[in-house]
């Protein structure tokens, strides 16, 4: 089972800057794809970005779009998340998923990833 924990929230202002980073241990000798996905208070979990095993694909979501940016390191088992020109609406708990079935591919759906972090608060104040 892989184990995931998230770090780097926090509270910023808006337009201000603020980078995740998710930690993966357990077996991560095989590929695997990462997502993340952020959940609003009353709202439904909603992917931000994800990247493939490789790194060489990358899908964000229109919403975060120029302004997010994923990037990895494979040998240190780690993904971040590069937020910037932060918006009050991007307040939110920020999530990083795992999906081992799809190395090679970076999915929206948040049905696809298999191992979840707990997630950190991100709040951007206006």
């Known amino acids: 089972q892989v184990h995931l924990v998230e770090s780097g929230g926090g509270l910023v202002q808006a337009g201000g800057s603020l980078r995740l980073s998710c930690a993966a241990s357990g077996p991560t000798y095989r590929p695997y794809a990462m997502g993340w996905f952020r959940q609003a208070p009353g709202q439904e979990r909603v992917f931000v970005g994800a990247?493939?095993?490789?790194?060489?694909?990358?899908n964000y979501s229109d919403s975060v779009k120029g302004r997010f940016t994923i990037s990895k390191d494979n040998a240190k088992n780690m993904v971040y998340l590069q937020m910037n020109s932060l918006k009050p609406e991007d307040t939110a708990v920020y999530y990083c998923?795992?999906?081992?079935?799809?190395?090679?591919?970076?999915?929206?759906?948040?049905?696809?990833?298999?191992?979840w972090g707990l997630g950190t608060q991100v709040t951007v104040s206006s």
């Open positions: 998923a795992v999906d081992i079935d799809r190395p090679w591919m970076a999915t929206l759906s948040g049905n696809d990833y298999d191992y």
């Open positions: 990247i493939n095993a490789r790194g060489n694909t990358i």
